[in-house]
């Protein structure tokens, strides 16, 4: 029987949070690429996109991020992919992540003021010179403050992933329950580096929010 | 080739009706506590005193800032420890309350905040009590105007909820897994689960729409907002 200090909890917590970090930086920067490629396929008005886009937002917003894990864990090995939780968690985080990513850039989209698309038009800007030059840049700023606020939610979704046996903090946790019997303590140390994981990032996103207010 | 059998989880459907009807039972029971809670805790952060305040402001930022798969291990694994025996079901109740309270607390903070001062002086000139004006001049216009982000989080707590099943608390996603492990049709026992999942989200979205303006905010003459 191995005897844990308080520090060996707190120690093996540390290192199984680095895979939550890793984790959450694998569906935040893959979800914004799938999201801003989603985002653009609508600014383009390609054929169908529009509603195919808005389809998959409430396909994504509207059921489980747990059924959503599992779906990609055991579709994919119907697929007769070898999957890792690794590719699993990834791909489902990247998915979930991209909707919400899509929907909330809409909106910072939606709120530059018409005249700007239709002063772009009237000087013949093609449609990536209008993104590249009036569109994006205005939008950038509005969206930063959001996105950043959403990461917080990205890193709590990855506790999901735990269920799919990725050893995470919050699997961490619980195989350390399992040999500690200390579910009190443990859990606590989790819920405190999740807080110590997401509360800078929250409390930043909302310095960033306060400071775009007032410069309005 | 990939083979998919639908039928061997459709003829399981009263598995999947039962937890259904539980999920919707488990978000029931925490929307009502939980907006309850919100509006407490809103009401302590917007206009109570100011210790108070601080400790509800610590406990909103601990609950926002932390999963919920960890608050519901928290409940129901942390706190026997201390002496409190709880089923997964009351268990999965407390988790969501407090979750929901927390976020439901911002969105009525936002809301209160926002009431124009002249209504509560004129409220306060006809010798109503705080207490009175609170309920009955500041809140009901407070929640009209938030309700959509109030809606939104209900239905965010109710996904939540799936998380649940790994309690063994015995809704959708438990009854998803239990068919799963009789018949190893995993796929499509989770894809008809998500599908119910969908179509609860969006019927619990139109039923609160259509609920809020009749039930909850709605009573107050609608002049003046």
């Known amino acids: 029987m191995v005897d844990f200090s308080l520090w060996d909890i707190f120690r093996n917590l540390l290192l199984a949070a680095r ?14 690429i799938v999201g801003l490629a989603l985002l653009l396929a609508r600014l383009a008005q390609w054929p169908g996109a529009q509603r195919g886009v808005a389809v998959y937002t409430q396909l994504f917003q509207g ?29 489902a985080l990247t998915l979930y992540t991209s909707a919400f990513l899509a929907e909330i850039w809409r909106g910072c ?5 018409k005249g700007q698309w239709e002063a772009a038009d009237s000087l013949a800007l093609s449609f990536t010179e209008k993104m590249r030059h009036v569109v994006g840049p205005q939008a950038l700023r509005i969206a930063v403050p959001p996105t950043v606020g959403f990461l917080v939610q990205v890193i709590k979704g990855t506790a999901l992933a735990s269920v799919i046996g990725f050893i995470e903090l919050t699997k961490a946790g619980t195989m350390i329950t399992n040999a500690t019997f200390r579910p009190f303590t443990v859990y606590a140390c989790v819920a405190l580096m999740y807080f110590a994981l997401c509360w800078p990032v929250s409390a930043y996103a909302r310095k960033l929010e306060r400071s775009f207010q007032r410069e309005r | 080739m ?86 997964p079901e009351v268990a999965s109740v407390i988790a969501m309350v407090v979750n929901l309270g927390a976020y439901a607390a911002e969105i009525v903070r936002a809301g209160i905040v926002n009431t124009p001062k002249g209504q509560i002086e004129a409220a306060r ?11 009955r001049v500041v809140l009901p216009p407070a929640l009209g105007r938030v309700w959509p982000a109030m809606v ?16 063994s608390a015995q809704e959708l996603s438990y009854a998803a897994n239990l068919i799963q492990s009789r018949n190893f049709r995993g796929f499509e026992a989770y ?9 609860l989200s969006i019927a619990v979205r139109q039923f609160l729409n259509w609920m809020g303006p009749r039930f909850i905010f709605g009573r107050l003459p609608q002049a003046g907002r």
């Open chain 1, 19 to 32: 895979w939550t970090v890793a984790l959450s930086l694998i569906a935040f920067i893959g979800g914004g």
């Open chain 1, 63 to 91: 059921t489980p991020l747990l059924m959503q894990l599992f779906l990609a864990y055991f579709g994919l090995a119907l697929l007769g992919v070898n999957v890792s939780a690794w590719v699993a968690a990834g791909l």
């Open chain 1, 109 to 113: 989209v939606n709120a530059i003021p």
């Open chain 2, 2 to 87: 990939i083979q998919l059998d639908f039928l061997a989880v459709l003829s399981q459907w009263p598995a999947l009706l039962r937890g259904a009807a539980f999920t919707l039972l488990l978000s029931a029971a925490a929307a009502v506590l939980g907006v309850g809670l919100g509006i407490a805790c809103g009401w302590a952060r917007a206009w109570g005193p100011k210790p108070l305040a601080a400790v509800v402001g610590v406990y909103v930022e601990a609950v926002r800032n932390t999963p919920f798969i960890v608050q519901l291990f928290f409940v129901y694994f942390g706190l026997p420890s201390l002496g409190v025996k709880l089923s």
């Open chain 2, 125 to 135: 000139s006809l010798a109503m009590t705080e207490l009175q004006v609170f309920l």
């Open chain 2, 152 to 167: 939104s989080q209900i239905v965010i707590v109710m996904l939540g909820s799936a998380v649940c099943g790994q309690i």
């Open chain 2, 191 to 199: 894809i008809v689960a998500t599908a119910i999942y969908l179509v």
